[in-house]
């Protein structure tokens, strides 16, 4: 696993109130019991942890280019912002 990897599952894990060891890849946000106030608390703890803009509404999340449909997706997403910051 990669380290951005690690930060962002860690993050997730916060924000659900769950061991990094339970935040599975495959499981989305509402498997792992966050809301929309979640989501955007999770955002900014990853923009602050990578120091990067995540291009996300909270108006529209499912509109925009950051993906949010399962913890690999956001990974993913996060991975792509920073190696394009670097």
């Not at 990094?20 to 955002?43: F, R, Y």
């Not at 990853?46 to 956001?74: K, L, M, R, T």
């Amino acid at each position: 696993m990669t380290d951005v990897a690690e930060k962002v599952i860690g993050i997730i894990a916060e924000q659900a109130v769950l061991d990094v060891e339970d935040v599975k890849p495959e499981a989305t946000l509402e498997d792992l019991g966050i809301d929309s106030l979640g989501l955007v608390e999770s955002i900014f703890a990853i923009e602050e942890a990578f120091d990067i803009q995540v291009p996300f509404n909270a108006n529209e999340p499912d509109a925009g280019d950051f993906d949010i449909s399962s913890v690999a997706a956001i990974v993913k997403a996060v991975e792509g912002l920073v190696a394009d910051a670097a």
